[in-house]
């Protein structure tokens, strides 16, 4: 089955940094792009960042673009978002994400429940 | 960016109703298009994928159809576990830009 199970959220105040993990089991971690889509408080879905399976091809949404970093671990089965210069607007739940392989159809197929990021003072 | 717009913002239905939603790409995204439903204080879920092929284990009552700019989900008959929020994504570029939901609420 697979799981996706992400940890690391808090409250941070304006301009501090946070780590985010999503620690993934039931499939062959290194051969999927993996991503995160994050969803503030009664707002809609903003995918954030993607990452290849070999690290090769990393993309960003403008918005977090050079204060967000994407990694990931394949021996420890583990992605990761470094956030860094945080404000208020970056205050969402942040969901860990699979890419699905099918041919077309690079989208979402399992997604983790999320865990909060507050940014406030 | 390609912006996506679906219509409406919100729906008001009754059980056994047929439902239609839309969506609008701001320019062709052949049939990269994809839909999720999405219940309070959950992750969101796959229901189509491609415009019009339906993921596995949901129910045959979801439709997709569509290409190029103009895209629709319809359920057939609505179930009361079917009211939620409904996101239509684009995949054919990077930022893969989610259009602004669609609530369907029980009239």
């Known amino acids: 089955e697979v799981q996706l199970v992400e940890s690391g959220g808090g409250l941070v105040k304006p301009g501090g940094s946070l780590r985010l993990s999503c620690a993934a089991s039931g499939f062959t971690f290194s051969s999927y792009t993996m991503g995160w889509v994050r969803q503030a408080p009664g707002r809609g879905l903003e995918w954030v960042s993607s990452i290849s399976g070999g690290s090769s091809y990393i993309y960003y949404a403008d918005s977090v673009k050079g204060r967000f970093t994407i990694s990931r671990d394949n021996a420890k089965n583990s992605l990761y978002l470094q956030m860094n210069s945080l404000r208020a607007e970056d205050t969402a739940m942040y969901f860990c994400a699979r890419e699905s392989q099918i041919p077309g159809a690079a989208t979402a197929d399992y997604w983790g429940q999320g865990t909060l990021v507050t940014v406030s003072s | 960016d390609i912006q996506m717009t679906q219509s409406p913002s919100s729906l008001s239905a009754s059980v056994g109703d047929r439902v239609t939603i839309t969506c609008r790409a701001s320019q062709s995204i052949s049939n990269s298009l994809n839909w999720f439903q999405q219940k309070p204080g959950t992750a969101p879920k796959l229901l189509i994928y491609?415009?019009?092929n339906l993921q596995s284990g949901v129910p045959s009552r979801f439709s997709g159809s569509g290409s190029g700019t103009d895209f629709t989900l319809t359920i057939s008959s609505l179930q009361p576990e079917d009211f939620a929020t409904y996101y239509c994504q684009q995949s054919y570029r990077t930022p893969r830009t989610f259009g602004q939901g669609t609530k369907l609420e029980i009239k």
């Open positions: 491609t415009a019009s």
